[in-house]
């Protein structure tokens, strides 16, 4: 974990060191890298025996969390939007 700190602690004294230099290939590169970081994880699951015998309540569990986690996100945002709008219809 610490390494995982060290390494963008690291990137953010790289990155403000360099912040006046124009980097064009950078967004490539990170998007490349992503591609690359999200095939390796598939390659990881899809190797692992055991997540994919439990695969199926596995992604129950996984819809169900995305479910709450998104109508949770709503439900306060449209909370906090009527809160933020009854203040400034009183104003």
């Keep these: 974990m610490f390494i995982v ?4 602690l690291a990137g953010i004294a790289v990155g403000f ?3 006046r230099w124009k ?3 950078i967004h490539r590169l990170i998007l490349t890298l992503i591609w690359l ?4 994880l598939g390659l990881e699951v899809g190797a692992n025996n055991t997540v994919i015998q439990q695969f ?4 129950f569990e996984a819809f169900l969390l995305a479910t709450g986690g998104t ?3 709503v439900i306060f945002a449209w909370l906090l939007w009527l809160s933020f ?3 400034t219809d009183e104003r």
């Design 5 to 8: 700190i060290a390494f963008m």
């Design 56 to 59: 199926g309540k596995l992604g």
């Design 23 to 25: 980097i064009r290939f």
């Design 71 to 73: 109508l949770g996100s």
């Design 17 to 19: 060191l360099f912040r």
């Design 37 to 40: 970081l999200l095939f390796l």
């Design 85 to 87: 709008r009854s203040k």
